[in-house]
């Protein structure tokens, strides 16, 4: 039988060693969410909030927000700020989006215009707090984009269930944003196996 | 044995009236179809109302919370309403139309009635031609025989409406018209950093923040106080038609803090303003009331409603109120030509009408009592004279009023009892009644054969009127002209 090499058996050991460090690094945030007052517990942001000294690189992936059957396609979508959204159109009449406001600053009110099916607009979302999507075409249409100071973020389910991957192991302060109930904030201690976080949201 | 031989006539309408009850409460399909606010929240009518119209305490709350549930509403709709503009669009406002919202299917509710009336043997020297009454048949079958048609709910959450319409002719309440139709804004006094529902406004057409219903009571039959007007006759030229309990166009501000156990409201009132009554002066109705709860029990004393012992039920409580009502009467301003006292301008005849009420439940006893005072200025005109005069005469005033009780045997049968009074001497006068005061007692029976399905029944004993001596012209002969009305009653 030949000697196994002993480069090979250090890299093995390296990665295996790599590997469990990771794991005991970082770990899923997942729990549920109850409301009191509301009518369902879906599309509810769930978020860490920003951790000081702390910055995260814009992610160059585009999120893509449609407009479907009069709807905004997420209702609610979450993303970490700098990220770029492309707003699409996929029904047979013409659409706009805009917000009046992001958290309620008027300033940072703007409106991409008008466009027709199979085009889209995009626009980076620079500074955190809630834009309201409206379409002045047809003022039944509603979305939020949710910006926040880190990648930690999740929606719920029907269910009022989320799940937040890869959150490194430490203490940190979750929050949630909902359309008709008040903001919760919720300390959560990550571990290597990760944390269970289940919140309240009352009207 | 010796048996009971009944009259053949008696035993089968008695047999008729047997199977009539049997079919009806043995075997009318379970109705799938329920009024607007059922349909909304997919719940029974006996979640509001121990006795429909009649409103429970929950119903009280959910009326004085603009049609929605007190708490939590969104949470217990079962059809969701339209989005005239999403939620978010009153960020965007002025610059868009401010978001509103309808109910999800049209909340339209029909309420049919009919009814069989026996009616006293009229003596012929009182009936037309010979006497003053019409003519009234021994029995009618449907008569009065109403259809109503009734809007009601939110515009979202602080406007509520709601429309009333007897689309059918000759019917009770609405006379064959328009009822209630207004638009009401709750909770206008958060602007003004005021408790919740402490101040709402309501405009259109609607009746009067009584302390007693007429347009929505499970009576049968009117409060004979309510009906009362203010007619000089043979004392003077006082023509008032105003009557308490018809639907006013107004505007009305109110509310009900404390958690509802006190309520007031103010109202100026367009009055009595049709044909010869027509006058731009504008009426005022203010009324106050105070609920006092109770229920022993602290959780009890604070939940919408009380805890049973087999559910919830209403708090033990005494409510007392007081309401006054003031306006000004207008003769000779032309709404009748030609002019009914000819040579004399016009004048004014302001009249007030003031009373009290109270209401006591107990378990499954009520008492209700109102008593009130009416006042119509008045004068004297003496056209034989040239010029004609007009001067001022004694006041046409009445007092009267109503003691009733209801009692649940069960929650599907109440037994009900009244006795209305009104002391007018100008009635007196008039030749209305034997007495210068009326007395009506009303004993009566309400059976809840499903939550919106009744059949209901109610004597009126009624007070003696006159009518001329075929043999002495100069006396009177009098008679009572009472009546007993049973019938059916739904709404889908």
Known sequence: ?203 | MKSRVLNTSMMASLTAVVVVLWVMLASVPKTSAIPAFSRKYGTSCTTCHNNYPELNDFGEAFKKNGFKFPKDDETFVKQDPVMLGSKAQKEAFPEAVYPGQIPGSVPISFRYSGFFNWNAHQPAAAVQPNGPYPYVPRTDLFAPNTLTMIAAGSFGENLSFWIDDDISTGGSGAAGGLGDGYLKYNDLGRFFHLPTNALNVRFGQFELDLPFTQARTIYLSDFDIYDQVGFGGVQGTANNPFTLGAPQRAIEFGGYPNNGNFAWSVAIVNGANDGPALRGQKDVYVRASYKFNLERDPESRHAIQAAGPTGPRDHTSLRVGGFYYYGTNVQNNGSTVPLPFAGVPSFTEPFYRVGGDLRFKYRKLEILALGMVGHDSNHIYDGTVDPPTLTKAHPVTYTGGFVAGNYWIYPWLIATMRYDFVNSPSDFANGVSQYQTRNRFSPGFQILVRANIKLTGEYQYHWAQPYPNPNDTATNLFFRPSTFVTGIDYSF
């Open chain 1, 1 to 203: 039988m030949k000697p196994v090499n002993l480069t090979v058996k250090a890299a093995l050991l390296s990665l295996a060693v790599l590997i469990a460090g990771v794991s005991s690094f970082a770990g899923d945030i997942k729990g549920k969410v109850s409301v009191q007052g509301l009518k369902s517990a879906a599309n509810i942001a769930v978020y860490v909030d920003a951790i000081s000294d702390k910055k995260f690189d814009v992610p160059s992936q585009h999120v893509v927000v449609d407009q479907k059957k009069m709807e905004f396609i997420p209702r609610v979508v979450v993303i970490l700020q700098g990220t770029t959204v492309d707003f699409t159109n996929s029904d047979p009449v013409g659409h706009n989006v805009y917000w009046p406001s992001i958290s309620g600053n008027k300033k940072l009110t703007h409106n991409l215009g008008t466009w027709p099916k199979g085009e889209k607009k995009s626009f980076q979302f620079n500074d955190l707090g809630v834009a309201s999507l409206l379409c002045n075409v047809h003022p039944e249409m509603s979305g939020y984009v949710v910006v926040v100071a880190t990648p930690y973020f999740a929606v719920t389910d029907n269910d009022g269930n989320y799940e937040i991957k890869n959150v490194p192991a430490g203490k940190y302060t979750l929050k949630t944003w909902s359309e008709d109930g008040k903001p919760t904030t919720q300390s959560v201690d990550v571990s290597g196996s990760g944390a269970t976080a289940d919140l309240t949201v009352k009207k």
